[in-house]
């Protein structure tokens, strides 16, 4: 057995007789890298979890806005459109000899706190997501009834639906002075397929639908003594006035900026288009220091870890003297000692990220799917990525650079001892 591997077996075993203190300095390493390690996997699966929200959508149409805004309300259902763009403007657009499919979306309801969207049947024909997968039924089919409705994997699963199920809908967001529309009821025709993206926290009916159960209301609230049934407003169905946004997919994507700009300058009314990259890019921009302050963070918790190291070897040193004198006295060297203590500090490093990466990898597999349901956060356990491995890297050698420290200081000391040896 060559030298060096004696040394550290040596090593080893010395950090086994002291395995009570040095446990909590694993531990501490441990927990430092697994919050740096789960910062990098939350923060580029979310990224990605976010891009992969929509895919082939050229640009989405709404009224003269922001575009992130637009962006958030259009895709991710969050906030709200303070105008909405009139219908005639969305068929105007659908008509253009450069545009393959839209695919129109109307938002303002929801049911027990899951958005509820009016579309058509293209949705389901042409929103792609991820690498443009189309969307699948679990269960069940698109709605064709006036009076039914698909509902997304994730709310299906948390409120216990399935195909068949009669449902009433809500008029706004929910809240509690909200009104019901259960003078309504819709009936479940399908249940989507997990998609990992908004869709799968989301109830679609047709724009028909919205525009039914609104029937009968002004300013947001049903008339005073006013009733139509189902069956009357079956009979009501018209198209609908306005509606929140239109996704639109174009037959060469080269002219996207073409139709862009027509859009802009359309003439009838004000429209903002936005491509759905850029859109997302902005958004990145704008958490871009947040990230970088978490990130700052874990990093200081990182070396703390490291600090704790050294001065767990450091404090030690005075009570191994002896052990390293008889180190000496037998024939080691002073880089012998050093290499000894600087290879005693590296194990315990490389022992508290491994444990950080199990530890990452088991709270992935039981958090997972909590977060899911409740952020719609879709968090996988695999093996470490790209940036995971120079992250992991990266601790081991700062590591190894905060081990040599103790190391340097016992190498000194070793050399005196040695001198005091000789005399």
């Given at each position: 057995?060559?030298?060096?591997?004696?040394?550290?077996?040596?090593?080893?075993?010395?950090?086994?007789?002291?395995?009570?203190?040095?446990?909590?300095?694993?531990?501490s390493i441990?927990?430092?890298?697994?919050?740096?390690?789960?910062?990098?996997?939350?923060?580029?699966?979310?990224?990605e979890?976010?891009?992969?929200?929509?895919?082939?959508?050229?640009?989405?149409?709404?009224?003269?806005?922001g575009?992130?805004?637009?962006m958030?309300?259009?895709?991710?259902?969050l906030?709200?459109?303070?105008?909405?763009?009139?219908?005639?403007?969305?068929e105007?657009?659908?008509?253009?000899?450069?545009?393959?499919?839209?695919?129109?979306?109307?938002?303002?309801?929801?049911?027990?706190?899951?958005?509820?969207?009016?579309?058509?049947?293209?949705?389901?024909?042409h929103?792609?997501?991820?690498n443009?997968?189309a969307?699948?039924?679990?269960k069940?089919?698109?709605?064709t009834?006036?009076?039914?409705?698909?509902?997304?994997?994730?709310?299906?699963?948390?409120?216990?639906?399935?195909?068949?199920?009669k449902i009433?809908?809500?008029?706004?967001?929910?809240?509690a002075?909200?009104?019901?529309h259960?003078?309504?009821?819709?009936?479940?025709?399908?249940?989507?397929?997990?998609?990992?993206t908004p869709?799968?926290?989301s109830?679609?009916?047709s724009?028909?639908?919205?525009?039914?159960?609104h029937?009968?209301?002004?300013?947001?609230?049903?008339?005073p003594?006013?009733?139509?049934?189902?069956?009357?407003?079956?009979?009501?169905?018209?198209?609908?006035?306005?509606?929140?946004?239109l996704?639109?997919?174009?037959?060469?994507?080269?002219?996207?900026?073409a139709?862009?700009?027509?859009?802009?300058?359309?003439?009838?009314?004000?429209?903002?288009?936005v491509?759905?990259?850029?859109?997302?890019?902005?958004i990145?921009?704008?958490?871009d220091s947040?990230?970088k302050?978490?990130?700052?963070?874990?990093?200081?918790?990182?070396?703390?870890?490291?600090?704790?190291?050294?001065?767990?070897i450091?404090?030690?040193?005075?009570?191994?003297?002896?052990?390293?004198?008889?180190?000496?006295?037998?024939?080691?060297?002073p880089?012998?000692?050093?290499?000894?203590l600087?290879?005693?500090?590296f194990?315990?490093?490389?022992?508290?990220?491994?444990?950080?990466?199990?530890a990452?990898?088991?709270?992935?597999?039981?958090l997972?799917?909590?977060?899911?349901?409740?952020?719609?956060?879709v968090?996988q356990?695999?093996?470490?990525?790209?940036?995971?491995?120079?992250?992991?890297g990266?601790i081991?050698?700062?590591?190894?650079?905060a081990?040599?420290?103790?190391?340097?200081?016992?190498?000194?000391?070793s050399?005196?001892?040695?001198?005091?040896l000789?005399?």
């Amino acid at each position: 057995m060559s030298r060096f591997l004696c040394l550290l077996l040596l090593s080893a075993k010395s950090a086994w007789n002291r395995r009570g203190t040095l446990a909590l300095v694993v531990c501490s390493i441990a927990l430092s890298a697994t919050l740096l390690l789960g910062l990098e996997r939350i923060r580029s699966q979310v990224r990605e979890s976010f891009v992969q929200a929509v895919s082939g959508t050229d640009l989405i149409v709404g009224a003269r806005g922001g575009n992130l805004q637009l962006m958030l309300y259009a895709i991710f259902h969050l906030g709200g459109a303070t105008h909405n763009m009139g219908f005639k403007s969305a068929e105007a657009i659908a008509q253009n000899p450069e545009v393959a499919w839209t695919i129109p979306i109307s938002l303002g309801d929801s049911h027990r706190g899951y958005p509820v969207v009016g579309t058509s049947q293209d949705f389901f024909a042409h929103y792609k997501f991820r690498n443009r997968e189309a969307i699948t039924f679990a269960k069940g089919e698109a709605f064709t009834d006036l009076f039914e409705v698909v509902v997304g994997a994730q709310a299906a699963r948390m409120l216990g639906y399935e195909v068949g199920h009669k449902i009433s809908l809500t008029h706004g967001s929910g809240d509690a002075l909200a009104t019901e529309h259960d003078d309504m009821p819709f009936t479940i025709s399908g249940i989507l397929a997990p998609t990992g993206t908004p869709v799968d926290r989301s109830l679609y009916i047709s724009l028909a639908a919205m525009e039914a159960i609104h029937l009968g209301w002004q300013g947001g609230a049903p008339l005073p003594g006013l009733k139509i049934s189902p069956e009357q407003a079956k009979q009501f169905i018209q198209e609908p006035e306005s509606i929140t946004a239109l996704l639109v997919g174009l037959e060469k994507r080269s002219r996207v900026f073409a139709l862009q700009r027509d859009i802009h300058e359309y003439q009838d009314e004000a429209l903002t288009a936005v491509m759905p990259g850029v859109a997302m890019d902005q958004i990145w921009d704008m958490v871009d220091s947040g990230e970088k302050a978490l990130l700052l963070v874990s990093i200081l918790v990182t070396i703390t870890g490291l600090a704790g190291l050294i001065a767990a070897i450091l404090a030690g040193l005075g009570e191994r003297r002896r052990e390293l004198t008889i180190l000496r006295s037998v024939g080691a060297r002073p880089a012998d000692i050093l290499i000894l203590l600087a290879a005693e500090g590296f194990l315990l490093v490389v022992s508290g990220v491994l444990i950080a990466v199990f530890a990452l990898a088991l709270l992935l597999h039981f958090l997972s799917p909590t977060l899911t349901d409740m952020y719609g956060i879709v968090l996988q356990a695999s093996a470490p990525s790209v940036a995971e491995w120079w992250i992991i890297g990266g601790i081991c050698v700062a590591g190894f650079l905060a081990s040599l420290i103790p190391a340097t200081k016992a190498y000194r000391l070793s050399l005196a001892d040695g001198l005091a040896l000789s005399r």
